[in-house]
């Protein structure tokens, strides 16, 4: 049998497994999928309580956060594919400066 708190470990590593990608990571791609895990650990948490509750709402919020993240996604990766376009590269350090003028 599967329980809450089978659930709520399976959500907080998925969140754990974000934040160390977000710290640990150089790569912008890598940033943006840790993040994403980020929010799927949430998401499965919100729903886990909801269902645990019988209640609708986090659930809601959790339909809300997916479509806002699909949003989010086309912009982020369009945003990922022009900064390697004029870097050729996706390491952080690359991105410092915020001049449109220097060609570094």
Do not use: C, W
């Not at 990571?25 to 309580?49: A, H």
């Not at 350090?93 to 570094?104: A, I, R, V, W, Y």
């Amino acid at each position: 049998m599967i329980t809450l708190t089978s659930y709520a470990v399976v959500a907080m590593i998925l969140f754990s497994i974000g934040v160390i990608g977000v710290i640990a990571r150089r790569n912008i791609f890598v940033i943006y999928m840790s993040i994403e895990l980020m929010l799927n650990g949430i998401n499965l948490f919100l729903v886990t309580f909801a269902r645990y509750h019988f209640n609708i709402d986090p659930q809601i919020i959790t339909i809300m956060v997916i479509s806002i993240a699909a949003a989010e996604a086309a912009i982020f990766l369009s945003v990922i594919i022009l900064l390697f376009r004029s870097k050729r590269s996706l390491d952080t350090d690359l991105f410092t400066s915020l001049s449109q003028g220097e060609n570094k």
